[in-house]
């Protein structure tokens, strides 16, 4: 599985500083350890959302949160489980999109 740091690493440049920008250090310090494990399949062509964890069957439950990003562009929200990132969604970012589907078919 690729890592998010090799792939697109001014994505994971930009996620750390904006969670840095938001307080949330201990998420910050995930980013360089993430994998893509598979991307949404949804077939939206502005939809450039990844997994970093297995995809849940059903919701993620009770100890999930959004952390909703403030990027430049697009929007960049992080699915949290218990502290720990799960999926990266990533709208209307055209450039992530194409990289994503090249890396995972």
Not at 26 to 46: H, N, P, S, Y
Not at 51 to 61: D, E, V
Not at 64 to 86: A, C, F, K, Q, T
Request: some cysteine; glycine content about 4%.
């Amino acid at each position: 599985m690729p890592r998010l740091i090799d792939t697109l690493p001014s994505l994971a440049k930009e996620i750390v500083e904006l969670l840095s920008k938001q307080n949330e250090h201990e998420l910050a310090a995930q980013v360089a350890e993430l994998t893509i494990v598979d991307r949404c399949r949804c077939g939206d062509d502005f939809c450039a959302t990844f997994y970093t964890q297995p995809k849940p069957h059903g919701s993620y439950g009770p100890n999930h949160r959004n952390v909703d990003l403030e990027p430049e562009s697009g929007y960049l929200i992080l699915d949290v489980v218990s502290e720990r990132i799960m999926a990266i969604e990533v709208l209307y970012r055209d450039e992530i999109r194409q990289t994503i589907q090249a890396s995972i078919p």
